[in-house]
Protein backbone atom coordinates (compact mmCIF):
# COMPACT_ATOMS: atom_id res chain seq x y z
CA UNK A 1 0.00 0.00 0.00
CA UNK A 2 1.21 3.29 -1.35
CA UNK A 3 -1.43 5.59 -0.36
CA UNK A 4 0.16 6.99 2.99
CA UNK A 5 3.16 7.87 1.41
CA UNK A 6 1.26 9.74 -1.31
CA UNK A 7 -1.40 11.30 1.48
CA UNK A 8 2.26 12.72 3.10
CA UNK A 9 3.47 14.48 -0.16
CA UNK A 10 -0.10 15.79 -1.01
CA UNK A 11 -0.40 17.50 2.84
CA UNK A 12 3.37 18.53 1.61
CA UNK A 13 2.84 20.19 -1.68
CA UNK A 14 -0.02 21.91 0.02
CA UNK A 15 1.75 23.12 2.81
CA UNK A 16 3.94 24.60 0.06
CA UNK A 17 1.54 26.22 -1.95
CA UNK A 18 -0.01 27.87 0.51
CA UNK A 19 3.28 29.31 1.96
CA UNK A 20 4.08 30.99 -1.62
CA UNK A 21 1.03 32.29 -1.55
CA UNK A 22 0.77 34.23 1.71
CA UNK A 23 4.57 35.43 0.81
CA UNK A 24 4.41 39.15 -1.29
CA UNK A 25 7.80 38.86 -3.90
CA UNK A 26 9.05 41.82 -2.86
CA UNK A 27 9.91 41.00 0.71
CA UNK A 28 11.48 37.24 -1.10
CA UNK A 29 13.74 39.23 -3.05
CA UNK A 30 15.11 41.31 0.40
CA UNK A 31 15.56 38.13 2.02
CA UNK A 32 17.33 36.57 -1.15
CA UNK A 33 19.62 39.87 -1.56
CA UNK A 34 20.91 39.17 1.81
CA UNK A 35 22.34 36.08 0.38
CA UNK A 36 24.06 38.02 -2.58
CA UNK A 37 27.05 39.10 -0.23
CA UNK A 38 28.59 35.59 -0.84
CA UNK A 39 26.58 34.19 -3.46
CA UNK A 40 26.43 36.74 -5.77
CA UNK A 41 23.73 38.58 -7.30
CA UNK A 42 20.24 36.35 -7.74
CA UNK A 43 22.63 33.44 -6.82
CA UNK A 44 25.29 33.71 -9.51
CA UNK A 45 28.36 33.04 -7.82
CA UNK A 46 31.81 33.84 -8.13
CA UNK A 47 34.12 31.19 -8.85
CA UNK A 48 34.89 28.90 -5.94
CA UNK A 49 31.41 30.20 -4.52
CA UNK A 50 28.63 28.23 -4.45
CA UNK A 51 26.05 28.63 -6.66
CA UNK A 52 22.19 29.30 -5.94
CA UNK A 53 20.72 30.33 -9.05
CA UNK A 54 18.87 27.40 -11.44
CA UNK A 55 19.10 25.18 -8.38
CA UNK A 56 16.06 22.87 -7.94
CA UNK A 57 14.32 24.62 -5.18
CA UNK A 58 14.15 21.10 -3.02
CA UNK A 59 18.09 20.49 -2.73
CA UNK A 60 17.97 24.73 -1.01
CA UNK A 61 15.52 23.67 1.12
CA UNK A 62 16.94 20.57 2.42
CA UNK A 63 20.09 22.28 2.90
CA UNK A 64 18.84 25.18 4.61
CA UNK A 65 17.05 23.18 7.16
CA UNK A 66 19.75 20.71 7.24
CA UNK A 67 22.06 23.51 8.42
CA UNK A 68 19.06 25.18 10.91
CA UNK A 69 18.67 21.69 12.34
CA UNK A 70 22.69 20.80 12.73
CA UNK A 71 21.99 17.95 10.71
CA UNK A 72 24.97 18.89 8.35
CA UNK A 73 28.16 20.51 9.46
CA UNK A 74 28.34 24.30 8.07
CA UNK A 75 32.37 25.17 7.67
CA UNK A 76 31.17 29.05 8.43
CA UNK A 77 28.67 30.62 8.69
CA UNK A 78 25.54 28.40 7.19
CA UNK A 79 24.05 26.97 10.57
CA UNK A 80 23.70 30.48 12.13
CA UNK A 81 22.49 32.26 8.74
CA UNK A 82 19.96 29.62 8.82
CA UNK A 83 18.09 30.11 11.99
CA UNK A 84 17.43 33.36 11.00
CA UNK A 85 14.55 32.52 8.51
CA UNK A 86 11.64 30.69 9.17
CA UNK A 87 10.89 27.40 6.77
CA UNK A 88 8.56 29.70 4.96
CA UNK A 89 10.93 32.11 4.24
CA UNK A 90 13.21 29.45 3.63
CA UNK A 91 10.99 27.73 1.03
CA UNK A 92 9.97 31.06 -0.86
CA UNK A 93 14.08 31.64 -1.05
CA UNK A 94 14.73 28.74 -2.24
CA UNK A 95 11.67 29.21 -4.96
CA UNK A 96 13.46 32.51 -5.74
CA UNK A 97 16.92 31.45 -6.52
CA UNK A 98 15.42 28.18 -8.47
CA UNK A 99 13.65 30.57 -11.07
CA UNK A 100 17.49 32.33 -11.65
CA UNK A 101 19.26 31.38 -15.09
CA UNK A 102 22.20 30.23 -13.91
C1 LIG B 1 28.53 35.44 4.83
C2 LIG B 1 28.49 34.63 3.61
C3 LIG B 1 27.20 33.87 3.29
C4 LIG B 1 25.91 34.34 3.22
C5 LIG B 1 25.43 35.78 3.48
C6 LIG B 1 25.09 33.23 2.80
N1 LIG B 1 25.84 32.10 2.63
FE1 LIG B 1 25.16 30.25 2.07
N2 LIG B 1 27.04 29.51 2.23
C7 LIG B 1 28.17 30.25 2.60
C8 LIG B 1 29.31 29.35 2.68
C9 LIG B 1 30.73 29.77 3.06
C10 LIG B 1 28.84 28.06 2.34
C11 LIG B 1 29.64 26.75 2.31
C12 LIG B 1 29.33 25.98 3.58
C13 LIG B 1 29.88 26.68 4.80
O1 LIG B 1 31.05 26.96 4.82
O2 LIG B 1 29.13 26.95 5.75
C14 LIG B 1 27.42 28.22 2.04
C15 LIG B 1 26.59 27.18 1.65
C16 LIG B 1 25.27 27.30 1.33
C17 LIG B 1 24.43 26.24 0.81
C18 LIG B 1 24.87 24.81 0.52
C19 LIG B 1 25.34 24.74 -0.89
C20 LIG B 1 25.82 23.38 -1.27
O3 LIG B 1 25.62 23.00 -2.45
O4 LIG B 1 26.36 22.68 -0.40
C21 LIG B 1 23.20 26.76 0.61
C22 LIG B 1 21.96 26.04 0.08
C23 LIG B 1 23.25 28.15 1.01
N3 LIG B 1 24.52 28.44 1.42
C24 LIG B 1 22.19 28.99 0.95
C25 LIG B 1 22.22 30.33 1.36
C26 LIG B 1 21.07 31.19 1.38
C27 LIG B 1 19.67 30.81 0.92
C28 LIG B 1 21.49 32.40 1.89
C29 LIG B 1 20.66 33.64 2.18
C30 LIG B 1 19.49 33.44 3.03
C31 LIG B 1 22.92 32.28 2.15
N4 LIG B 1 23.32 31.02 1.84
C32 LIG B 1 23.71 33.30 2.62
C33 LIG B 1 28.22 31.60 2.86
C34 LIG B 1 27.13 32.45 2.93
Redo the contacts with the bound molecule.
Sequence with gaps: MKLPHILTMAALLAATGLAQAQVDPLHVRS??A??????GTD?RAQPG??S?AG?PKE??IQ??LD?KAGRV???????Q??K??SDE??VA??GY?AAQKQ
Design positions: WASCAACHGMVLVITKMYPAATIMHLSGYQIIAF
